[in-house]
């Protein structure tokens, strides 16, 4: 008989901001990645934020912050 698979999990969820020079996107793309090379089994990413970065009335960065699920391991 084979084994029946729990479907039942446990989720954590953190934020992170990733900055960019260049686009709200990259800043979102860095913040993912660089939150996936210590965190393991990343499942949803979802911005929650974005802003710039104003020195002397002109945009320096772009800033993203997203919202990173990752599932407890058992």
Avoid: P
């Amino acid at each position: 008989m084979a084994k029946k698979r729990s479907t039942d999990s446990v989720y954590r969820i953190v934020d992170v901001v990733g900055i960019s020079e260049k686009s709200w996107e990259d800043a979102g793309r860095r913040a993912v990645e660089t939150a996936a090379s210590s965190l393991r089994d990343l499942r949803v990413a979802e911005v929650t934020q974005m802003d710039m970065k104003v020195e002397n009335g002109k945009v320096t960065a772009f800033r993203t912050r997203v919202a990173l699920s990752f599932k407890y391991e058992a």
